[in-house]
Every structure is written in C-alpha cells, then in structure tokens.
C-alpha cells in the first residue's frame, strides 16, 4: 500500500478521496476512472436494506395469511399419510416429525397473532435425529419438506468449525438455505435446516471437558447455539470473500425449524451402561435384559436421554434447544426389500419405468430382490445403496 494517499474522485458524491487502501474506494475502473467511495457505498446498501425491508414485510403478511393453509396440510395424521407413501417402516419417527412440524407451524401462527403485551412466548421445538447409517433420515425430511413447500436444506456439519480456523464456518447452514430457497429470504426465513453427521461435531472427550483446541467439535456446537434458538445470520454471497465493505444477505433464524441427525455410533453402549446398572430396564424394549441390551441396537436407542447424549459430547446448551429426539431403527432384509417394490419413488419401479421406454419389460424376481436387500446388509449403508447395486 502506498504510504502517501492517491487521489480519486467519487463519481456519486464528486467528493475528492484520499485513497490509502483498497476500503476507501471500494470500486475503482483505472481504465474509464469510474468509482464509488466507501461512505457512498454504505449508503447504497442501506437504502438496498430498508427496500429490502419494505418487500419483505409485505412478503409476510403473505406468508401469515397463507399459514392456516398450511397447518390444514400439516395436521399430523396427514404428514404421516403422505410420509408413508414414500417411506417404510420408521412409524415411530414419521409421528414424532409429525408432531414436531405441526407445532412449529402453530407456534409461528401465534407468534404472529399474539399481541405484544402478552407475556407467553412459544420456544422453538427443534429436533435431534438418531439412527443408523441409511434408515431414512433425510429421505423422511426430504419427502416432509416438498409436502410443506417450503426450501430445505442439508449442510454436513463435519464440514463446519468456529470462526479463527480453516474450514466453513456455521453461517454456511444459512446460506445453504437461502440459496435453497431460490435467494429468497422470506421463504428461507420459514424453511428447514437438517445438519447431517451432527455426531460428527460431538465433543472428542465425551461428557468431560477438554484443554486441547477442538475447532470442528465442542466451538461448532457453541457457534451453533445463537442460531438454534434463533437470530439474525449476515453472511456474504457465495464466491465472495469476507470484507468490511462486501455487500451481506441477512436472514433470521427464528422461524428455521432446525433438525440435527446422525448415526452416533456407540451411544447405545452408553444407554446400555446407564439400563445395566442394578439390571434395571425401562421404556420400550423393556423385555431385553442383562448381556442382551447391548445387542439389541433398536430396543436401546429408543430409550436414550439427553443425559447419555452429554455423556457421548454433545453440550448441555446445545440439547436444551433440541427438545425433540427422534429415533429411527436400523433396516433389516425385510424392510429394504419393501423398499426396493412399495413406495412411489421405490428403486425397481424407477428402472422399470426407464425400459419401459424403449418396449422393454424388466421383471425382477423375488431371490433377486432378496440378494440386492442382503448386499446393501452387508455393506451396511442401509436403504441408500439399493440403487447402485442393482445399476
């Protein structure tokens, strides 16, 4: 940078600009001299965001008009209809998800209604998906979220760490959405987040506190919190780097329903730990006791509490803004050969229809049915590599 200031003239303001670094002249074309200073600049993006502002207001008295609509079509036995269609077995977690999403469209109808005065404020209820690799998890969000009609969006949360480190930082989350949404920031501001692999950012010493620097763990789950439970993320366009001037999107988080999943693996030896003690079981599964419990995956998970989910690394703040836990079984042979035949969208009518294009009839027998759902068992990926096998 030059010690002494260029002089530039602001082709907005006219003013005469002292230019020491690149931030007081923003944008600058040596060639035709066109060029807007940093005081010009921030005033072009504040009028952007005050009609920005004035648009996105008259967007949500749309939206809040438009709600009773949408809680008709998710009353729970409704969501669970339509989820059933797409989705075997699973039962118990296409009720809780139900539920869930209801209640989260209730709570933003109230929100909107209720006067200001009125003392009861509705927390958000978002939720924690546990199951193994496979099960369904973002098919079942994926299938809710065309129903509702609303942008969804997966970000891996292993791929995210605190500010200060290499690597994408949990805004990303937001932005994933917003470009879901078609870079529309009211219908982003109503959408669903899942963050997958969330295991994956569970705290490396378990329910003990760590003194080594933990970038992609237990500071991800911190920087996570605000967003949660609900706050205004600024974050810039894709392609564009981090700078005091860099024009920013703006979207709140409050009314995001946030859906957090992953397989944690080895959550149910810490279930089984905590059932064993005094031989004592509980819940569902009841029946498996002693050695048994550490065997029986599906009788443990659905028994687990947010007690062994801090003892497996996830932080008490984090589990106090996910309230809801939902657990999905693993997929034995009988279930992925359901879901090669049954659903809509199921593999084998896929590939039937495609030949059938070219006059061809494909028929699959029932050992070959079989033998694909036994492959997908043995490479334990659950339902998500039937098509690949039978390509």
Do not use: W
């Not at 378990?206 to 996570?224: F, K, R, Y």
């Not at 439970?229 to 988080?253: C, L, N, W, Y």
């Amino acid at each position: 940078m030059p010690k002494n200031p260029v002089k530039h003239q602001c082709t907005f303001c006219k003013r005469i600009i002292d230019v020491r670094d690149q931030y007081d002249m923003p944008i600058y074309d040596p060639n035709t001299g066109f060029a807007i200073c940093k005081d010009c600049v921030r005033e072009i993006n504040r009028y952007l965001d005050e009609h920005d502002a004035s648009v996105s207001s008259e967007e949500r008295t749309t939206f809040r008009k438009e709600l009773g609509d949408v809680l008709e079509k998710t009353r729970p036995h409704l969501i669970k209809e339509y989820l059933d269609t797409y989705i075997i077995n699973q039962d118990r977690a296409k009720k809780i998800l139900a539920v869930a999403v209801y209640n989260h469209y209730k709570r933003m109808k109230y929100g909107y209604e209720k006067k200001e005065d009125e003392g009861t404020e509705i927390e958000k209820s978002n939720v924690i998906m546990l199951g193994p690799s496979g099960c369904g998890k973002t098919a079942l969000l994926s299938h809710l979220s065309k129903l509702l009609d609303v942008p969804f969006a997966v970000t891996d949360a292993s791929s995210l760490t605190e500010a200060g480190f290499v690597g994408a930082d949990v805004e990303v989350a937001v932005r994933n959405l917003y470009y879901a949404a078609d870079k529309d920031v009211e219908k982003a501001e109503h959408g669903i987040i899942y963050l997958d692999e969330f295991d994956k950012i569970a705290r490396k010493s378990g329910a003990n506190n760590s003194i080594t620097a933990d970038p992609g763990h237990e500071g991800v789950q911190q920087a996570l919190l605000k967003m949660l439970e609900g706050s205004v993320v600024e974050f810039t366009a894709r392609g564009q780097r981090k700078h005091p001037e860099a024009p920013t999107i703006k979207v709140d988080t409050k009314n995001i329903l946030f859906i957090v999943g992953g397989a944690f693996v080895g959550i149910e030896k810490i279930i089984a730990k905590r059932l064993k003690k005094g031989n004592v079981a509980m819940g569902f599964g009841a029946e498996v006791r002693g050695k048994d419990l550490e065997k029986e995956y599906d009788a443990l998970i659905h028994q687990v509490t947010p007690e062994d989910l801090m003892e497996y690394g996830i932080i008490p703040e984090i589990i106090g803004r996910l309230p809801v836990i939902c657990t999905l079984e693993t997929l034995d042979e009988d279930a992925l050969l359901r879901i090669l035949t049954e659903p809509i969208n199921a593999p084998v009518r896929q590939y039937q229809q495609l030949l059938a294009m070219d006059g061809v009839e494909l028929v699959f027998t029932e050992d070959a049915l079989r033998a694909v759902a036994k492959k997908a068992i043995e490479r334990k990926t659950g339902a998500r590599s039937l098509r690949g096998i039978i390509e």
